[in-house]
């Protein structure tokens, strides 16, 4: 038989397992030295309160608020992989599915350090949660960033439990392929799964059903996020368009950064065999679409402040383009509209290195998109008495960096103890050996 | 499934495990098995296999859905009756010239309380369900090969008296290996 | 073993930027702000990081006794002398605070009173004669950051012993009563006193009373 | 209001009181906290309850009335006090007497050569050395500020003693006006300026809702005038002034002629004047030789123009003022006596410019006699030198070598509360308490006798400046019998007859020595009154009087207006400005630092300028077509230089300033000051030559030429406000004066035009456009008028405000990025340009709206709306996500970024009425809930709702506003002058389309239509947008 045999899938998905390259203890010292320099950056703030990062009244959100959002539309994409192309049956999502699922699972992690961060008495952060005190006080469930707390909290139950449970009769491969003590602790990850009859028949019936429900979830979490800004009064957020607008964008950036992260994967762990090429044009086409809604719906936002004969509206988005953060217009719509068309190119869309540049590009411009709502919008309010120039400091910086070392130590980590590839799945997609077949063949 | 140590140990045998290389003959296995009348069986795969599932279970859904469906609402009850009550709670506050309890904005906390726990009831009832965490199948008839690259059919409480024909048809129908039975010697046509 | 080195290179780069952080600590600081104008306040460890409503400063710790400079028989006074509460806390019906008496007033019956072998009171004389106040201990402390007046409950009905305990019980009063906002609160929901005053208006008084610019300030 | 035992109460409750500064930022620990009460306590005293004192505000030489709040022996705040003719005004600068008294920076104690001393011991080597400079033939010299009332007399009396050459002057000060006034008059005060029934105020460069002297009552007056309702006109403001200062921002036709040449086009308005009216007199001979056109031509201004502005000044009662800094040229007097002349002839001289209610600055020295002290000084004939409250090293040009001659004197003695620029190393330092710890009174305004008393005790080792010089008296002229007081100028004058009318003013005649015999200063306070003021009064009892002036504030008398015959002899020679091709250098005064003697404190540093919304620094305002070729950016500073020196600062584009013209501020450039005055911007007055105006001597601020360029480094300089102008956006929006005196009252609906968003008819013709119903209020809601009409933009309910509600200040690095703390900002649109330039100021605040979007998006509920309309905030709550400060379109919330610091001694003016916030939290205006709540209780106590008498000027801001511009009340009361105001046809809701239903309303500013200015509502500006950060 040619290709990939289920013992092959096995033994090639578990190689890259706890036994760490110079490479890779290389990538992970640098995801750790951002994640301290993060770290350090935070203490700072914590001591000396939020005026260390650049924020410049009305401009009280900023980088922070930026990177929370592209986390968490990061995250979209994984779960948009794992189960929205599940329900439709999509084949060429079992190479990458779990590998965009960790990847949406740590940057919800992530996403949900910025909240804490970003806030002005972090040690107060526990005032967002309902829970009974004896000040008989409840919260606002009337509030955006309430339903935020909510949609973002649930995602990341939601997600992670889905993820568990792919893994479950991976875990219990690598449970079977190892001994001693590794294999006791992946005992108790897998729950003692066996993959019996029984077993598989609740489990795909389960997995459907979380399939099923994360895909309206993924979907309400980045527009509960777009409602930060959208029930705002604020001109340049106050808009209806954005949930569609931000959960295609979270989509097109989420699908950009599961190329930028496995493209490096698939080569270092050597699992060509399993993502292909074919994989990474899918997700350039998907990102191609995402990228179109995204660009209609600037251009519609654009269309619409004009129409509407809105002074505010219409003075924020001219603002936006020759004011102060005209760079950050030029670089979001360089990286969002025009860099992806590139891959509207078959040669350029299965050509590894165009592949890789275009989906940084695209998590650059999806980051600065973010950047340009935030910051330019509060920058440019009703009273001109309120026009400012905001610039983030160090501070915000090493706190955005840190959290890709954050984000990275995970993913590292994740990659040497977990099956990158979804050893059942794939070998679902394999044609069994048959008895018949090698009777036919024998003859 | 799960490890149950026999009731009337003195009348049965250790469990029988027999190993596939074959889909077919996996297949071919079950159905003989069925077809004698033995049903108390597990088929281990290392990944779903709809033909097992169809063969075994004759297309009745899992009652897992049932789980899914209180979960949601149970879930959709709990988010608005708590955020209602806890808005109540405080009856003086009109933040924004907004009512206490008003609808548009609860719908959200409803929609992700209805995910939410109807997520948690689907793991929940998949845990019952599969009965996990276990410790796994009696120590004689686990195989890691199950999670690799072979089938495999256990038949547990097995009878001494039908041991040798359970034997037999998993040795026909294609097994590379059949053990267990309290028979220590390996039964089984290894097929090239 | 093989992985050691690996790991060394990676604790070395994570400690190396920790420590290079540390070093940058002093100059950040001074950049964060200008000295003059901002103090940085958060201590990191805890127990900033933790709830602190249970440390509130309400006073002197719940029901325990209290060391204070005089020790003062509030007993003596109420149920062997008759005094009334606000004889000494006069400003209690008139104004936010309740007083605490003057010492002249004190003074107004122990000038006629003996102290011989009643040393607490020459520790009166000698402040009174010093003209230095008594520094006496705040047993019921609210936070800064409350606005409590004493007149609006009192005229409102309520009774000294409501938040204070039997203080005509005690000898030198400690504290009885938590002084936490649930607790304040308990009240405000519900106390007879709103019912008797306002009558048909006390549905609005309730209301008011739930304001949280009736205390905060 | 008792004094008996002050000292004793105030002692104690100061010791409890510092325990009291509150704060969110409680220690985890149980902290043990003392409770002290008062050994003996005064029947008035309550604590917790606030006591209010009358005394008399010292920031300037003007002497307004100043209510100081007592708490817990602390004053807390100071806010004007209605019984004074001062009307309950105070200014911006007043409040700095607060911060003043609290300033860490005070000396603790009397030095000697910077080493702490006992006063025993500097008094008697003080004495010695007087003895000794006597002894030696040297003078004996006294260089100080203006002094009034009681220190004046004992100064005068001591004088007489000791033989004190005595010198009295302000850097900003009144040498030009009462030279001016004696050439007119011959009269030795300076008139009174009427504006109140002025349908036209032309002033030449006076900055008199600003800097002047006497500001309080020009406010009142313009109030008056620009009201429609007060008169049922507007009075129209013509400016001939150089540069667009915060005065003739307010002007409707700003008119600068080229400089130099500001006394020649009043001279030929005089004469256009003068020959519309057909005056005849001797006077005519005055302008007989005027050439009308050839001032026009010389000066820029078309003579159609200054024939429309005669016209104006002829038609209606109008008033002619003179001053500022246009007047500070060599040609200042006159310039002033011109002025004086188009008074006369447009007949305002007794309706107008009065004289009766006259300023009495006491003695008035000029700028020329301060530099033959210094001459002298210097050449070493100076044994003992007295400094007093002037600043000469900062304040006088470098070429008049100050610090040298003050080096030069034997023993040196300042009377200072805090280190300044003229400190030498061998000063003695007599630390004199504040304003508001001080006995004395003052007589500045005719007939107006204002009492200082104090208000609390300093907790430091100071003096008053009248029990020193009793001390001197005693020890150096207890020769009671020498019976000499040297009669001031302005005695001399009031009893020098005067033609037509009778002398008006009862000015106390010294019948008799005061001597030195008194206990101290109060006691010497106290006699005086007794002696010289009661006898004016009548009555029964002096102790009665006394009791009853100490409550008031002090005893006013209404003098009659009166008239003043012209006298003038020649008409003034008009030197103009040196010949230049360089434009010419305008030093003016900061709003808020005056002459620089407000600079160590930290809100006079921090509140923006009016015009520009810097701070902490100095600026250069050039044209925005000098900017241009300059090629300066947003950030880039400029070189200012002239032949006498130069200076490097940041620099704003002004619409206001010609290309002519170059302006720099006053104020800052301190080489030596506090902590918070030290070492910011440039001191322009080094860039002036030693010149005066011959007439009188003054120092001619205006009479250099100076040429400016583009300098290496980054400016410091930052605007609060972002953009120049309203980018067409009807947020500080106008209507004609013709509208608003048509529509006085509300009939006919609001004549406001404002930028509306079509809504579908099918709502509505149906009235319903709201989601969800307007929240109900059982009993108050709150609101606020805020009339733009009279606004001047002087800040002083910024400054309010920050003082009431413990609002921190946030230094000038953290300004600059914009974290300023205040939460009133003074919004200025500069819409216009030429000669209607059309500057707009706007105080913007939490609008507490109905409807707030803040509201909805908090997440914890720190900020809701209560039953009383108000918008509240619970600090303690607060998370600090800040979506609130995002979703407010008025962006009236504050973030505090950091815990800012109140250093030692300044966190005792914390009001212990309001918390003071932590890091991370969000605060905005409260619309003053402590005042509302005590408003509330105490009208609770009789079972009523406070009425509206009780509101209308309870918020610090509105209690501050000098103009009167802010209305607070219940609105819900249909018969509250706030509700009445709401209805006014000029109300209109900031950003209404929103549909936040606001608490505040604004009425829109009246404007003369006769120029660019559009008269179609907020579309007005005619500028371009563009940013405006320079």
């Known amino acids: 038989m040619k290709g990939p045999t289920y013992s092959s899938v096995n033994r090639d998905v578990l190689a890259p397992l706890f036994t760490p390259s110079a490479a890779y203890m290389g990538a992970l010292s640098l995801a750790l030295a951002a994640l301290a320099w993060g770290g350090y950056c935070w203490a700072i703030q914590l001591i000396h309160g939020l005026g260390v990062a650049g924020y410049r009244p009305p401009v009280f959100w900023g980088v922070y608020i930026t990177t929370f959002v592209f986390w968490v539309g990061i995250g979209h994409a994984g779960t948009l992989i794992s189960a929205v192309l599940f329900l439709t049956r999509s084949r060429w999502r079992t190479g990458i599915y779990r590998a965009a699922e960790a990847m949406t699972i740590f940057a919800v992690m992530t996403a949900a350090l910025f909240p804490a961060i970003h806030v002005g008495r972090a040690w107060y952060a526990y005032f967002l949660f309902p829970y009974p005190n004896q000040r008989q006080l409840w919260v606002n469930f009337k509030s955006p960033l309430m339903w935020d707390v909510f949609a973002v909290s649930t995602y990341f139950t939601v997600s992670t439990v889905f993820f568990f449970i792919g893994l479950i009769p991976d875990m219990a491969a690598v449970r079977d392929s190892t001994r001693g003590y590794t294999q006791k602790l992946y005992a108790a990850m897998c729950l003692g799964w066996r993959g019996t009859d029984r077993q598989w028949r609740h489990y795909m019936a389960a997995y459907g059903f979380f399939a099923a429900l994360a895909t309206p979830l993924v979907l309400s979490v980045h527009s509960v996020v777009s409602w930060d800004f959208a029930m705002a009064q604020t001109p340049g957020w106050h808009s209806t368009i954005f949930p569609p607008y931000f959960v295609a964008g979270a989509i097109f950036s989420g699908c950009a950064m599961v190329i930028t992260l496995m493209l490096p994967l698939t080569k270092v762990f050597k699992l060509e065999d399993y993502i292909h090429v074919w994989h990474f044009e899918h997700l350039?086409?998907?990102?191609?679409?995402?990228?179109?809604?995204?660009?209609?719906?600037?251009?519609?936002?654009?269309?619409?402040?004009?129409?509407?004969?809105?002074?505010?509206?219409?003075?924020?988005?001219?603002?936006?383009?020759?004011?102060?953060?005209?760079?950050?217009?030029?670089?979001?719509?360089?990286?969002?509209?025009?860099?992806?068309?590139?891959?509207?190119?078959?040669?350029?869309?299965?050509?590894?290195?165009?592949?890789?540049?275009?989906?940084?590009?695209?998590?650059?411009?999806?980051?600065?998109?973010?950047?340009?709502?935030?910051?330019?919008?509060?920058a440019h309010s009703f009273d001109p008495a309120g026009w400012v120039y905001y610039v983030p400091t160090y501070i915000e910086w090493g706190i955005m960096l840190g959290s890709f070392g954050w984000f990275f130590t995970w993913f590292l980590l994740f990659a040497k103890i977990m099956p990158s590839v979804a050893i059942a799945e794939v070998k679902e997609m394999m044609r069994p050996p048959l008895k018949s077949d090698e009777e036919v063949a024998a003859k | 499934m799960s490890v149950s140590v026999p009731v009337e140990a003195a009348a049965s045998v250790a469990p029988i495990k027999a190993v596939y290389k074959h889909l077919d003959c996996l297949v071919t296995g079950i159905h003989d098995l069925k077809q004698a009348g033995?049903?108390?069986?597990?088929?281990?795969?290392?990944?779903?296999?709809?033909?097992?599932?169809?063969?075994?279970?004759?297309?009745?859904?899992?009652?897992?859905?049932?789980?899914?469906?209180?979960?949601?609402?149970?879930?959709?009850?709990?988010?608005?009756?708590?955020?209602?009550?806890?808005?109540?709670?405080?009856?003086?506050?009109?933040?924004?010239?907004?009512?206490?309890?008003?609808?548009?904005?609860?719908?959200?906390?409803?929609?992700?309380?209805?995910?939410?726990?109807?997520?948690?009831?689907?793991?929940?009832?998949?845990?019952?369900?599969?009965?996990?965490?276990?410790?796994?199948?009696?120590?004689?008839?686990?195989?890691?090969?199950?999670?690799?690259?072979?089938?495999?059919?256990?038949?547990?409480?097995?009878?001494?008296?039908?041991?040798?024909?359970?034997?037999?048809?998993?040795?026909?129908?294609?097994?590379?290996?059949?053990?267990?039975?309290?028979?220590?010697?390996?039964?089984?046509?290894?097929?090239? | 073993?093989?992985?050691?080195?690996?790991?060394?290179?990676?604790?070395?780069?994570?400690?190396?930027?920790?420590?290079?952080?540390?070093?940058?600590?002093?100059?950040?600081?001074e950049n964060a702000a200008e000295a003059a104008f901002t103090r940085g306040t958060k201590n990191l460890l805890p127990p900033e990081l933790f709830d602190r409503e249970l440390v509130v400063a309400v006073g002197q710790p719940l029901d325990e006794p209290i060391e204070q400079p005089i020790v003062f028989p509030h007993d003596r006074h109420v149920q062997t002398l008759g005094m009334d509460c606000q004889y000494c806390h006069s400003s209690a019906r008139k104004g936010t605070h309740a007083g605490v008496p003057p010492t002249q007033l004190c003074m107004g019956c122990h000038n006629l009173v003996p102290t011989e072998g009643r040393p607490e009171l020459d520790k009166l004389k000698d402040f009174y004669a010093r003209n230095e106040p008594i520094p006496w201990v705040k047993v019921h402390d609210l936070p800064d950051f409350v606005y409590f007046s004493h007149k609006r409950h009192v005229t409102g009905g309520v009774q000294c012993q409501e938040c204070h305990g039997q203080v005509q019980e005690m000898g030198v009063a400690q504290r009885v009563a938590t002084l936490e906002m649930g607790w304040c609160l308990d009240c405000h929901a519900q106390h007879d006193s709103i019912d008797e005053n306002y009558g048909t208006k006390a549905e609005l008084r309730r209301a008011e009373l739930k304001d949280c610019y009736t205390c905060h300030k | 209001m008792a004094t008996m035992n002050r000292r004793d109460f105030l002692r104690n409750a100061a010791v409890a009181g510092s325990a009291t500064a509150a704060a969110c930022t409680y220690d985890p620990k149980v902290p043990v906290e003392n409770v002290l009460p008062y050994v003996n306590q005064d029947d008035d005293v309550l604590p917790g309850t606030a006591q209010y004192f009358a005394t008399t505000c010292t920031a300037c030489a003007s002497a307004c009335g100043m209510l100081a709040r007592v708490k817990e022996g602390r004053a807390v705040f100071v806010e004007g006090n209605p019984d004074h003719p001062s009307g309950g005004r105070l200014c911006t600068r007043g409040h700095m007497v607060l911060t003043e008294t609290y300033n860490p920076d005070r000396f603790d104690g009397p030095l000697n050569a910077g080493k702490p001393t006992t006063w025993d011991e500097a008094l008697a080597g003080i004495q010695q050395a007087v003895t000794q400079?006597?002894?030696?033939?040297?003078?004996?010299?006294?260089?100080?500020?203006?002094?009034?009332?009681?220190?004046?007399?004992?100064?005068?009396?001591?004088?007489?003693?000791?033989?004190?050459?005595?010198?009295?002057?302000e850097a900003l000060g009144a040498e030009t006006l009462l030279a001016a006034s004696r050439a007119a008059f011959n009269k030795d005060a300076i008139p009174s300026f009427d504006l109140a029934d002025a349908h036209t105020i032309v002033s030449f460069g006076m900055d008199f809702l600003s800097t002047s002297l006497d500001t309080m009552h020009f406010i009142d007056g313009w109030s008056q005038a620009r009201?429609?309702?007060?008169?049922?006109?507007?009075?129209?403001?013509?400016?001939?002034?150089?540069?667009?200062?915060?005065?003739?921002?307010?002007?409707?036709?700003?008119?600068?002629?080229?400089?130099?040449?500001?006394?020649?086009?009043?001279?030929?308005?005089?004469?256009?004047?003068?020959?519309?009216?057909?005056?005849?007199?001797?006077?005519?001979?005055?302008?007989?030789?005027?050439?009308?056109?050839?001032?026009?031509?010389?000066?820029?201004?078309?003579?159609?123009?200054?024939?429309?502005?005669?016209?104006?000044i002829t038609e209606a009662p109008s008033v002619v003022l003179p001053g500022g800094h246009a007047n500070a040229s060599v040609d200042g007097t006159a310039l002033a006596i011109a002025t004086f002349l188009i008074n006369e002839f447009a007949g305002n001289v007794g309706r107008s410019v009065v004289f009766g209610r006259e300023l009495q600055l006491g003695q008035v020295n000029s700028y020329t006699e301060v530099k033959a002290l210094l001459d002298d000084a210097r050449a070493g004939r100076v044994g003992v030198l007295f400094v007093d409250g002037v600043n000469p090293v900062y304040n006088l040009p470098a070429a008049d070598k100050a610090g040298e001659a003050l080096d030069a004197v034997g023993t040196l003695v300042h009377f200072a509360r805090e280190i300044d620029d003229s400190l030498r190393p061998a000063s003695i330092v007599l630390p004199t308490g504040s304003g508001l710890e001080d006995w004395g009174d003052a007589e500045v305004v005719a007939g107006v006798h204002s009492i200082l008393q104090p208000a609390m005790l300093s907790g430091r080792d100071t003096r008053a400046l009248g029990d020193v010089l009793l001390a001197f008296g005693k020890a150096l002229a207890p020769a009671a019998a020498a019976p000499a007081v040297v009669p001031a100028p302005t005695d001399a004058a009031a009893k020098a007859p005067v033609e037509g009318e009778p002398v008006a003013a009862p000015?106390?005649?010294?019948?008799?020595?005061?001597?030195?015999?008194?206990?101290?200063?109060?006691?010497?306070?106290?006699?005086?009154?007794?002696?010289?003021?009661?006898?004016?009064?009548?009555?029964?009892?002096?102790?009665?009087?006394?009791?009853?002036?100490?409550?008031?504030?002090?005893?006013?008398?209404?003098?009659?207006?009166?008239?003043?015959?012209?006298?003038?002899?020649?008409?003034?020679?008009?030197?103009?400005?040196?010949?230049?091709?360089?434009?010419?250098?305008?030093?003016?005064?900061?709003?808020?630092?005056?002459?620089?003697?407000?600079?160590?404190?930290?809100?006079?540093?921090?509140?923006?300028?009016?015009?520009?919304?810097?701070?902490?620094?100095?600026?250069?305002?050039?044209?925005?077509?000098?900017?241009?070729?300059?090629?300066?950016?947003?950030?880039?500073?400029?070189?200012?230089?002239?032949?006498?020196?130069?200076?490097?600062?940041?620099?704003?584009?002004?619409?206001?300033?010609?290309?002519?013209?170059?302006?720099?501020?006053?104020?800052?450039?301190?080489?030596?000051?506090?902590?918070?005055?030290?070492?910011?911007?440039?001191?322009?007055?080094?860039?002036?030559?030693?010149?005066?105006?011959?007439?009188?001597?003054?120092?001619?601020?205006?009479?250099?030429?100076?040429?400016?360029?583009?300098?290496?480094?980054?400016?410091?300089?930052?605007?609060?406000?972002?953009?120049?102008?309203?980018?067409?956006?009807?947020?500080?929006?106008?209507?004609?004066?013709?509208?608003?005196?048509?529509?006085?009252?509300?009939?006919?609906?609001?004549?406001?035009?404002?930028?509306?968003?079509?809504?579908?008819?099918?709502?509505?013709?149906?009235?319903?456009?709201?989601?969800?119903?307007e929240p109900q209020h059982p009993t108050y809601r709150f609101g606020m008028a805020i009339d733009t009409n009279v606004c001047t933009g002087c800040m002083a309910c910024v400054v309010a405000c920050n003082l009431e509600n413990n609002v921190p200040f946030v230094g000038p690095d953290q300004s600059r990025r914009g974290r300023m703390m205040s939460w009133i900002r003074m919004d200025r649109f500069w819409e216009g340009e030429g000669e209607h330039q059309d500057v707009r100021h706007m105080p913007s605040l939490c609008q507490h709206c109905a409807h707030a979007p803040c509201e909805g998006v908090c997440p914890v509920l720190a900020t809701y709306h209560n039953l009383d309309g108000l918008n509240a905030m619970i600090y303690n709550r607060c998370v600090g996500t800040r979506y609130c400060a995002n979703n407010c379109p008025y962006t009236a919330r504050r973030f505090n970024f950091h815990s800012w610091q109140w250093p030692e001694s300044m966190h005792l003016m914390l009001n212990p009425d309001v918390s003071s916030r932590e890091m991370g939290v969000m605060e905005k205006c409260t619309f003053c809930v402590q005042r509302i709540r005590g408003v509330k209780d105490t009208w609770r106590d009789v079972g009523e709702t406070a009425p509206d008498s009780a509101l209308q000027k309870l918020t610090a801001c509105a209690s501050a506003c000098p103009s009167g511009a802010i209305t607070f009340g219940n609105a819900k009361d249909a018969d509250s002058l706030v509700a009445k105001k709401w209805q006014s046809p000029r109300a209109y809701t900031l950003l209404g389309e929103l549909n936040t239903k606001p608490g505040i309303r604004y009425l829109a500013r009246a404007r003369f239509s006769d120029g660019a200015v559009s008269d179609a509502g907020g579309h007005g500006g005619t500028a371009p947008a563009h940013h405006e950060e320079g």
């Open chain 3, 1 to 29: 073993m093989r992985h050691l080195p690996g790991t060394f290179l990676v604790l070395a780069v994570f400690g190396a930027t920790l420590g290079s952080s540390g070093c940058a600590t002093e100059a950040a600081a």
């Open chain 4, 133 to 169: 400079a006597r002894a030696d033939g040297k003078a004996v010299a006294w260089l100080g500020q203006y002094r009034t009332g009681s220190l004046r007399r004992l100064l005068d009396e001591l004088g007489a003693g000791i033989g004190l050459r005595r010198v009295h002057w």
């Open chain 1, 284 to 378: 350039a086409k998907l990102c191609l679409f995402t990228g179109g809604i995204l660009t209609y719906a600037y251009a519609t936002e654009y269309f619409i402040a004009w129409y509407s004969d809105n002074m505010y509206e219409w003075g924020t988005f001219v603002d936006r383009v020759v004011g102060n953060y005209w760079w950050v217009f030029a670089t979001m719509v360089f990286c969002n509209c025009i860099a992806p068309l590139a891959w509207y190119f078959k040669k350029v869309r299965t050509n590894y290195l165009w592949l890789f540049v275009i989906s940084v590009l695209i998590n650059v411009g999806m980051w600065f998109e973010r950047y340009n709502i935030i910051a330019s919008s509060l």
């Open chain 4, 507 to 773: 000015v106390p005649t010294p019948s008799s020595r005061m001597g030195f015999d008194h206990a101290d200063f109060a006691a010497y306070v106290k006699a005086r009154w007794e002696r010289e003021i009661y006898p004016l009064a009548g009555g029964t009892s002096f102790a009665r009087f006394w009791v009853e002036s100490l409550q008031r504030g002090g005893f006013f008398q209404e003098l009659p207006k009166a008239r003043a015959g012209l006298v003038l002899a020649a008409a003034p020679t008009v030197t103009g400005l040196a010949a230049g091709s360089d434009p010419a250098l305008v030093v003016f005064p900061h709003p808020h630092l005056a002459d620089g003697r407000h600079a160590n404190q930290p809100w006079a540093q921090e509140l923006p300028d009016t015009l520009t919304s810097f701070s902490w620094t100095t600026w250069v305002e050039i044209s925005p077509a000098t900017a241009r070729n300059l090629g300066l950016g947003e950030t880039d500073k400029v070189k200012v230089r002239t032949e006498h020196g130069e200076l490097e600062a940041g620099y704003f584009a002004s619409p206001g300033v010609p290309d002519n013209v170059i302006a720099v501020n006053l104020g800052n450039g301190h080489e030596q000051m506090g902590r918070y005055g030290t070492g910011r911007g440039a001191n322009p007055v080094r860039l002036l030559p030693s010149a005066a105006d011959p007439l009188s001597g003054a120092l001619a601020y205006y009479s250099a030429r100076a040429s400016v360029s583009r300098a290496v480094g980054e400016s410091d300089a930052f605007a609060q406000i972002g953009n120049l102008d309203q980018d067409g956006r009807p947020i500080a929006n106008i209507v004609t004066v013709a509208e608003a005196v048509e529509h006085v009252e509300g009939k006919a609906g609001s004549i406001v035009h404002l930028h509306e968003i079509p809504m579908d008819e099918r709502l509505t013709s149906t009235g319903i456009t709201d989601m969800y119903p």
């Open chain 4, 227 to 312: 009201d429609p309702q007060h008169g049922g006109f507007v009075a129209r403001f013509v400016a001939f002034e150089p540069r667009v200062g915060a005065t003739s921002a307010q002007a409707d036709n700003f008119l600068p002629p080229t400089p130099g040449t500001e006394a020649l086009v009043a001279m030929a308005l005089a004469r256009l004047v003068h020959d519309k009216v057909k005056y005849s007199g001797p006077a005519s001979a005055l302008v007989g030789a005027v050439d009308v056109a050839a001032a026009a031509q010389a000066s820029g201004i078309p003579l159609e123009k200054l024939e429309q502005v005669a016209g104006w």
């Open chain 2, 38 to 192: 033995f049903r108390d069986i597990h088929v281990m795969t290392p990944f779903p296999r709809h033909e097992v599932e169809e063969l075994i279970y004759e297309g009745e859904p899992s009652p897992v859905r049932w789980f899914t469906l209180f979960g949601a609402l149970f879930g959709a009850t709990m988010a608005f009756t708590m955020t209602a009550l806890m808005s109540a709670n405080w009856p003086m506050i009109m933040p924004g010239g907004k009512p206490l309890v008003s609808i548009p904005p609860f719908i959200v906390i409803t929609f992700e309380g209805t995910i939410l726990w109807a997520s948690m009831f689907t793991f929940m009832g998949l845990l019952l369900l599969c009965r996990l965490p276990a410790r796994g199948l009696p120590k004689e008839v686990e195989d890691p090969r199950f999670s690799n690259d072979h089938f495999g059919i256990v038949v547990e409480r097995v009878g001494a008296q039908d041991a040798s024909k359970i034997k037999s048809i998993l040795a026909h129908s294609g097994a590379i290996e059949v053990s267990g039975g309290g028979d220590d010697a390996a039964h089984g046509a290894h097929h090239g």
